[in-house]
């Protein structure tokens, strides 16, 4: 499979692309982010960890502003997502305003999340012609670049539910990158899947990570965090109890937490 182009690699920096602060966020009585702080450099590949329930995917849907958070902020490129700073305070943007942010930031959800009702080419095309006002014919030949990429050429007019959840999943990674993303977040990308149709998906990521793609990737896949991570983040209660590069926090981790949790799914 050959390398999947990313329309915007940027050679990496000590700029964070993607910064939190203070992320808190609460379900009723249940605190799912505690004051979670996290840089994301332009470039780099993040990889979050933790056991179920500790605020990953929160965490994820707070960047691109699908979970509102109750406290702090989370900005891209220097701008705060959802909420615009009014003589010090914060207020939220409008919801035209918003859905222009996340055209800047991909999402590849666990469950495909493709539209049943289109094609897989139109999967690709419906979002950038609507949300970026793009031609249309452009958009039309830079998927089906995309879908060569990510090994599916021939399924262009194929529908969602004439395909593998393998397949599906590579076809939402094109759909992500189609916006020409700033980041791009994935959420569990191979939970969904049988296992013979893990690799395809996390070959898909590894050809971006290789050509510079800034990524944030919850995963329970520990080989493949070692292989593709610049930076693993080991996320417990909503807290960041460990981050470092994969080595340490793989190899060596400081704290018990996350050695127990590393015994169990290593």
């Given at each position: 499979m050959s390398a999947v182009a990313v329309t915007e690699t940027v050679a990496p920096t000590t700029t964070p692309v993607v910064e939190v602060r203070g992320a808190t966020k609460s379900f009723g009585a249940n605190r799912v982010l505690d004051g979670v702080d996290l840089d994301v450099e332009a470039g780099k590949v993040t990889v979050v960890l933790g056991p179920s329930g500790s605020g990953k995917s929160t965490l994820l849907r707070s960047i691109n502003h699908l979970e509102k958070l109750d406290a702090g902020f989370v900005s891209v490129d220097g701008e705060p997502v959802g909420v615009k700073v009014v003589r010090g305070r914060l207020h939220e943007l409008s919801e035209r305003a918003i859905l222009r942010q996340r055209a800047r930031i991909g999402f590849v959800f666990q469950s495909f999340n493709l539209f049943p009702h289109l094609t897989v080419l139109e999967n690709l095309v419906e979002a950038p012609?609507?949300?970026?006002?793009?031609?249309?014919?452009?958009?039309?030949?830079?998927?089906?670049t995309l879908l060569e990429r990510v090994g599916l050429a021939d399924k262009v007019d194929a529908y969602p539910r004439q395909l593998s959840g393998g397949q599906q999943q590579r076809v939402a990674i094109a759909r992500a990158l189609a916006l020409r993303p700033r980041l791009v977040l994935f959420d569990e990308p191979t939970s969904a899947l049988d296992p013979e149709l893990v690799g395809e998906v996390l070959a898909v990521i590894k050809d971006l990570a290789a050509a510079g793609t800034t990524m944030i990737i919850v995963t329970h896949e520990i080989a493949f965090a070692r292989e593709v991570a610049d930076t693993v983040v080991f996320l417990d209660a909503g807290?960041?109890?460990?981050q470092g590069p994969p080595e340490q926090v793989l190899n060596r981790p400081r704290h018990p937490r996350t050695a127990a949790f590393l015994s169990r799914v290593g």
């Open positions: 012609v609507a949300a970026l006002r793009r031609d249309r014919a452009e958009v039309r030949a830079e998927a089906r807290r960041v109890l460990e």
